[in-house]
């Protein structure tokens, strides 16, 4: 109930000083718009900067993942090679 009564009390207030003091009140506004507009324009320019990088990152590690499958072949094949030259140098050896 406390609550009620003081946002009761400080909403006729702030209306009462709002009537009171509209033209400070509008130098205000126009006062604080164009820096709350360059802050947001900043803040959408990092987000989006950010964003972007993400997507670069995600192309580099496709092309990554594709180089790495040919890769894998090309080692599996020479690891089977040296097996195989293992094997005939334990036969030769025995």
Do not use: N
């Not at 900043?42 to 950010?50: E, K, R, S």
């Not at 594709?66 to 293992?86: H, V």
């Amino acid at each position: 109930m406390k609550t009620l009564i003081g946002g009761a009390v400080a909403a006729v207030l702030g209306l009462i000083g709002l009537s009171v003091w509209f033209g400070a009140f509008l130098q205000l506004v126009a006062g604080a718009l164009p820096v709350m507009l360059l802050l947001g324009g900043g803040l959408a320019l990092y987000l989006g900067f950010d964003e972007l990088k993400d997507t670069w990152k995600k192309d580099d590690s496709s092309f990554d993942a594709a180089s790495a499958s040919d890769d894998d072949g090309k080692y599996t094949q020479e690891i089977d090679e040296l097996k195989k030259e293992i094997e005939t140098l334990k036969k030769e050896e025995s």
